[in-house]
T-cell receptor, first 112, second 113 residues
Framework: EAQVTQNPRYLITVTGKKLTVTCSQN?????MSWYRQDPGLGLRQIYY???????DKGDVPEGYKVSRKEKRNFPLILESPSPNQTSLYFC???????????FGPGTRLTVL | GDSVTQMEGPVTLSEEAFLTINCTYT??????LFWYVQYPGEGLQLLLK?????DKGSNKGFEATYRKETTSFHLEKGSVQVSDSAVYFC????????????FGTGTSLTVIP
């Protein structure tokens, strides 16, 4: 089954404790992205990648890092999480810039 | 820059009512347009898409037509059901801006029996 998977689905952590949210897709897509969804703000892109070793900032990259060492994986790293990063995070992938994105199920992160 | 403006919600309709959710866009070049749906507690699913002017996307009774002259992509359904209750997002992909994908703020729809 074609899908985007994220782990963990739920995470509660404390300020400053480094964490990684994994994202993997099995569709051989070139493009991958991370978004955060907050009430009243919709979805905002954090980072995106157009190929292995090619990443770029989206609209709200501060406090996040990403890497794309393999085509299928695109982890999101919070090196020193803060409470304002409490949010619902989505990973997405797509074949190219013309086509739709496929979304993962989301990761709900709470930073205390 | 590119952007999507979507009708504010929430929207509450009775079952079998007609639905319209307005979406307009600003883009340079020739974007692709999408409607996504998010059911409670779930991720976003593609509902329909249109990749060029005058294209009509349709799925599950929903339709939207890519209108370049009015820069719009309004979502319509002739008869909504309770199971259509969800949040709907209009989105734009402008191929000349890398992987940038612009979303509207979402419109929450509740259908009551």
């Amino acid at each position: 089954e074609a899908q985007v998977t994220q782990n963990p689905r739920y995470l509660i952590t404390v300020t400053g404790k480094k964490l990684t949210v994994t994202c993997s897709q099995n569709m051989n897509h070139e493009y991958m992205s991370w978004y955060r969804q907050d009430p009243g703000l919709g979805l905002r892109q954090i980072y995106y990648s157009m190929n292995v070793e090619v990443t770029d900032k989206g609209d709200v990259p501060e406090g996040y890092k990403v890497s794309r060492k393999e085509k299928r994986n695109f982890p999101l790293i919070l090196e020193s999480p803060s409470p304002n990063q409490t949010s619902l995070y989505f990973c997405a992938s797509r074949r190219d810039s013309y086509n739709e994105q496929f979304f993962g199920p989301g990761t709900r992160l709470t930073v205390l | 820059g590119d952007s999507v403006t979507q009708m504010e919600g929430p929207v509450t309709l009775s079952e079998e009512a007609f639905l319209t959710i307005n979406c307009t866009y600003t883009a340079t070049g020739y974007p692709s347009l999408f409607w996504y749906v998010q059911y409670p507690g779930e991720g976003l699913q593609l509902l329909l898409k249109a990749t060029k002017a005058d294209d009509k996307g349709s799925n599950k009774g929903f339709e939207a037509t890519y209108r370049k002259e009015t820069t719009s992509f309004h979502l319509e359904k002739g008869s909504v059901q309770v199971s259509d209750s969800a949040v709907y997002f209009c989105a734009l992909s402008a191929s000349n801006t890398g992987n940038q994908f612009y979303f509207g703020t979402g419109t929450s729809l509740t259908v009551i029996p």
